[in-house]
C-alpha cells in the first residue's frame, strides 16, 4: 500500500500553446511537493477525449482557448467528474473571470500566466492536498 507521500497525481493539462504546455507539463512532473503524471491536451474536445480514457485528479485548463472556453470544459468536469479537482490558468487578471470560474464551474484554484518560480506547483500542491488528500 502506498504511503500519502508516495501518491502518483494524474494530471490533465489543456492549453492552445504548444509551448506554454510542455513548460507546464515540465515544471510539474519535477515538482518537489508532489509526485505526478501529466497528460496533455491542445483543446478542450481533446481534454475530453483524454476524460473518456482515463481517471484525472486535476484538471488544470486554460482559460482562453479557441473553441470552448476553460470554464465551459471545467463547468463539463464538474458535471461529469465531480471527485476531480479544478483549476485555470489565466493570463487576464480579471477578477471577474476568476470569480466566475469559481462561482459556476467549482474551480478549486487558480495560477495567472506568466507565474513565477515555484508558483504553479504550490498552488497545484494546495489544491491536491485540499480537494484530493
Known sequence: ???????????????DDRTLLKTVQFALSRAPEFKCQVVTAPNADE????????????????????G???IALLL???????KTARMILTAYADIDVILKAVENAGVHGFVE???????????????LKEVIG
Open 68 to 70: 470552448s472556453n476553460g
Open 113 to 127: 500566466k506568466p507565474w513565477g518560480k515555484g508558483a504553479l506547483t504550490s498552488a497545484v500542491d494546495k489544491v
Open 47 to 66: 481534454a475530453k477525449k483524454e476524460l473518456e480514457k482515463q481517471h484525472f485528479d486535476l484538471v488544470l485548463s486554460d482559460y482562453m482557448m479557441p
Open 1 to 15: 500500500m502506498q504511503e500519502a507521500n508516495e501518491r502518483i497525481y494524474k494530471i490533465l493539462a489543456v492549453d
Open 76 to 82: 463539463f468536469v464538474k458535471d461529469k467528474y465531480p
